[in-house]
């Protein structure tokens, strides 16, 4: 089907004049749509196509959308703000669904797209960083008092990093494509920091640390600032709320956005860990949530950091392992690239893990 049998579906009025691609995710394909009404009133439109192999269940994905967003949108009209360019909001077929599915069986999305809003994918800038960290605590405090239970799972498993590791080292037994033998050294480094990697998910199972409503994909490109000021606007790409651990929304903002190289950044000389990225993520992150952490939770953040760098690298390089199924890549080796980089970045973190943790208790207490 085309983008604008979509949006007819969806009662959108006004014809199209304008459609692009964006290529910004490695999951979703999202395309903008812009309709111009008779009195000359132009709405632009995002239209999602929700990739099918990585999420089994889209229907649930929205039904948790949809009870998140309306949360979160009452939250802010009780006090007082403009609820349009802080949440997305969704648009609805005439049976009343926010999505629909198409005879090929793919399921699509529309959503207002925020005007003059931007979204970053790197920068060194401390002041989006700070607004990037307060976007994501702002979000999991809005969810604080949401009923999880209303919850659909939608990825079984999705951050449990000891399953993931599990997983890798059983398809690294198998050898389906017969990929092992060139990432070898960094499945070994895998494999000696198992414990560490695997220590917050033990500590969620030994009930010291709590699990909450996370977004669980926090990238900084998930974020949307005010084009003009760089003030955060909406978090985006709700697809992965589910119960998780704060210290993964953390830790993943921080894999991304305090990385000096791009995520799938080749030579890996490049990747480090930057101090002062960090610092700023941080006190827009522990400056929203501050008060509502408990003790253990603002120990975690930093381990939640080197936790989930380790995790994804395992997600990576377990695609590369069976066949780049999962991450649309770009290049033959893409994946295993991104695992090199991904593991360059954990060991900078194991080095600096006492500063970050320094930084984190600075703030705290501040
Ligand atoms: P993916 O799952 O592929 O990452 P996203 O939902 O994050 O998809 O959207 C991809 C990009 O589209 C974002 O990084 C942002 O640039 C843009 N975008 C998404 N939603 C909006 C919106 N409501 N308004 C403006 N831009 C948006
Ligand atoms: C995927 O959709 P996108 O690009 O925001 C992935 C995340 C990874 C990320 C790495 C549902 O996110 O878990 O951290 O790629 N999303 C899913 O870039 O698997
Ligand atoms: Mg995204």
Redesign the pocket.
Known sequence: MTVEQICRLFNIPGALVEEKKLS?????ATYTALFREESGAETRYIVQRINGY??KEPTQIMSNIEAVTAHIRAKLEAEGKDPSRLVLQFLHTDEGKNFWQDEAGNVWRIYYFIPNSVAVDATDDRNILRNAGAAFGAFQKNLLDFDASRLFET?PD?HNTPKRLDTLFAHVEQDPCGRVAEAQPLIDYIAEKRELAGSLIHQVEAGTLPLRVTH??T?C??VLFDGTTGEELAVI?L??IMPGLMAYDFG?AVR?AANTAA?DEPDVSKVSLDLERFRAFAEGFVGALGDTMTEAELDSLSVGAFAITIE?AS?FLDDYLTGDK??AVSRPKHNLERTACQIALARDMERKLEQMKKIVRTIAKS
């Open positions: 910004a995710g490695n999951i979703n990585v999420f990825i999705f669980n994909d990238k490109n998930n790409d697809d992965t993943d991304f995520e994804l997600r999962y991450f």
